[in-house]
């Protein structure tokens, strides 16, 4: 089943009742949002990308937060869209979200929990264009759009730093000039707003 970035956004919105913070409900949007913004560029670039698809995603990477515990928010939002019947690629946003490089090492926060299925579902999956636009997003996005380097002291600030954090760092930074290098341009010249956010 299809997930329009309407229907993802509903769901979001109908979420907010049930959370005193929201925080995760408008950084969600701002995810989804940045990453419209991306997709449009690359698509002037001359890509045919489905921006509504991108912003879906990015709405709905975090919806595991909705269900359960948000350290576990991965595995459940996963299995939230799974039971609802949505298309593998909607589900899929859930699990990779967090983890670059095909490596669930490396990630914000910490040596992730053990989860056999995770582990094997990230080093064997090919990421499509979608899942790395919501991987830099996230890593741009609190509810306001960031440099990657004010977000990823942000992360620190909040979760700590630990052994896989140069790694996550490095490769945060690989995943950017990627998309620089895509748009022939500093992805940050679509974000105007950075500078206030500085």
Not at 38 to 56: F, H, Q, S
Not at 109 to 118: H, L, Q, S
Request: glycine share 8%; aromatic share 10%.
């Amino acid at each position: 089943m299809k997930l329009t970035s309407k229907k993802a956004l509903q769901m979001l919105e109908d979420t907010r009742k049930d959370f005193e913070n929201q925080g995760w409900i408008d950084h969600s949007i701002c995810v989804g949002n940045s990453a419209g913004k991306i997709t449009r560029a690359l698509n002037e670039k001359g890509m045919n990308l489905d921006v509504d698809k991108a912003i879906t995603l990015g709405y709905i990477h975090d919806i595991g937060k909705k269900v359960g515990d948000s350290h576990g928010h991965v595995m459940n939002g996963y299995n939230y869209l799974k039971e609802l019947g949505y298309d593998d690629e909607y589900c899929n946003i859930c699990l990779t979200h967090s983890y670059l490089n095909n490596d669930v090492m490396c990630t914000a926060g910490g040596i992730p929990n053990d989860i056999p299925f995770r582990t094997e579902f990230i080093k064997i999956h090919e990421y499509t264009i979608y899942e790395k636009i919501i991987n830099l997003c996230d890593l741009m996005c609190t509810t306001k759009v960031f440099t990657i380097d004010k977000r990823l002291i942000d992360l620190m600030m909040r979760r700590g730093a630990y052994s896989n954090t140069q790694y996550h760092i490095k490769e945060t930074y690989k995943l950017k000039e990627y998309f620089d290098s895509l748009l022939g341009y500093n992805l940050y010249d679509l974000f105007p707003e950075i500078k206030n956010n500085l």
